[in-house]
């Protein structure tokens, strides 16, 4: 049994069943590297005697991540160069990602900020840090949206939630407030009517990403506490990462898709893996996941479908990677393909 705490090191895991005495070494040196966190609620989703558990991938740590490629980054999606002032980074005209805290409920493997969030990471912003932050966003009349990221925003209490929620009321041309957050899934009794509550302070238009990986991380608590956002008014999105060993498989993408679609969540990001250091065990080839992705078209409902796409090194932003079903054709005709992989000429031909 996993306990009703937080595991966050190499003894918790031991003591919880979830690694054996011959792994405790290598774990001790991950984690030395980078945070590890693993709830309650994500403990119990692990089977221990599979050794290709896609839950286990996903938070227990592995020697791998020690092994960092020459092309990997610390930064890997260029957040720092796009950060005027610290906690935002600007990389869009119309957004901002507000970065309050850098702290999260459990630790992804394959994390492209683990450089930054953990204990030893960027910490949660000082006071002074958070006005400077609501300056920037005020002085920013383009700024139609401010995304709460980090770290994971509602691990943060519904106290510090509200204080957040009525800085950004007070900026009239911010209409849309974003969270990005794994809290539904890895501590869904926090989704309480104080949080609820806390996060309709503002007045704004509330969305919620929801980031899963695998349909096993839609228990019936994590989809109760879903609903209720949902049932709050606050609409939800979903965010994945196609992860090797994870969810590389249409059926199991497929069951991802409609276990977010079951629970009133529509499909957004379908993240290609960031070059972040120590996750080229996750990292499949561009042209393996467009297979991936393409084998959900026609087969699970279009409400099922998210956009692949993969954020470019150096803050360049998003690039769509879905496979293209149409290509230009001669006589300004074209080639457009259906999900049976047959051919077709449009506009048809008389």
């Known amino acids: 049994?996993?306990?009703?705490?937080?595991?966050?090191?190499?003894?918790?895991?031991?003591?919880?069943?979830?690694?054996?005495?011959?792994?405790?070494?290598e774990?001790?040196?991950?984690?030395?590297?980078?945070?590890?966190?693993?709830?309650?609620?994500?403990?119990?989703?692990i089977d221990p005697a599979d050794p290709a558990d896609p839950i286990a991938r996903q938070f227990l740590p592995s020697s791998a991540e020690l092994v960092t490629l020459p092309q990997e980054r610390d930064d890997p999606i260029g957040d720092r160069p796009h950060t005027p002032v610290k906690g935002i980074v600007h990389r869009y005209p119309d957004r901002v990602l507000f970065k309050a805290v850098h702290v999260c409920p459990v630790y992804c493997r394959f994390c492209f900020r683990r450089e930054m969030v953990g204990p030893d990471g960027d910490g949660t912003l000082a006071p002074t840090e958070m006005e400077?932050?609501?300056?920037?966003?005020?002085?920013?009349?383009?700024?139609?949206?401010?995304?709460?990221?980090?770290?994971?925003?509602?691990?943060?209490?519904?106290?510090?939630?509200?204080?957040?929620m009525r800085g950004l009321a007070a900026i009239d041309h911010v209409r849309i407030v974003r969270f990005h957050t794994r809290v539904p899934v890895a501590n869904p009794d926090n989704i309480d009517a104080d949080l609820i509550a806390?996060?309709?302070?503002?007045?704004?238009?509330l969305w919620v990403a929801?980031?899963?990986?695998?349909?096993?991380?839609l228990?019936?608590?994590?989809?109760?506490?879903?609903?209720?956002?949902?049932?709050?008014?606050?609409?939800?999105?979903?965010?994945?990462?196609?992860?090797?060993?994870?969810?590389?498989?249409?059926?199991?993408?497929?069951?991802?898709?409609?276990?977010?679609?079951?629970?009133r969540i529509k499909p957004y990001y379908l993240h290609h893996p960031d070059l972040a250091?120590?996750?080229?065990?996750?990292?499949?080839?561009?042209?393996?996941?467009?297979?991936?992705?393409?084998?959900?078209?026609?087969?699970?409902?279009?409400?099922?479908?998210?956009?692949?796409?993969?954020?470019?090194p150096g803050g360049h932003g998003k690039a769509p990677l879905g496979p293209d079903a149409v290509a230009p054709g001669p006589d300004g005709c074209w080639s457009v393909s259906d999900y049976r992989g047959g051919l077709h000429v449009w506009p048809p031909r008389p």
């Open 277 to 312: 250091p120590g996750t080229g065990h996750f990292r499949m080839d561009i042209g393996e996941g467009q297979a991936i992705v393409a084998a959900l078209r026609g087969h699970v409902s279009g409400l099922c479908q998210p956009a692949y796409v993969l954020d470019i």
């Open 219 to 263: 228990t019936p608590q994590a989809r109760d506490a879903c609903a209720r956002l949902v049932d709050a008014g606050i609409a939800m999105v979903s965010q994945s990462v196609l992860l090797k060993g994870v969810n590389d498989d249409p059926t199991v993408l497929g069951a991802l898709m409609r276990a977010f679609v079951e629970s």
């Open 198 to 205: 806390a996060l309709k302070e503002s007045g704004k238009t």
């Open 132 to 164: 400077a932050a609501f300056a920037y966003i005020a002085a920013h009349p383009e700024i139609w949206e401010v995304i709460l990221t980090g770290g994971d925003p509602l691990i943060l209490s519904p106290r510090r939630l509200a204080e957040i």
């Open 210 to 217: 929801l980031h899963a990986n695998h349909p096993r991380e």
């Open 1 to 25: 049994m996993s306990g009703e705490r937080t595991l966050k090191t190499a003894a918790d895991l031991l003591a919880a069943g979830l690694i054996d005495d011959g792994t405790v070494h």
């Open 27 to 45: 774990t001790e040196a991950v984690a030395r590297r980078y945070a590890v966190a693993v709830t309650p609620a994500i403990a119990a989703l």
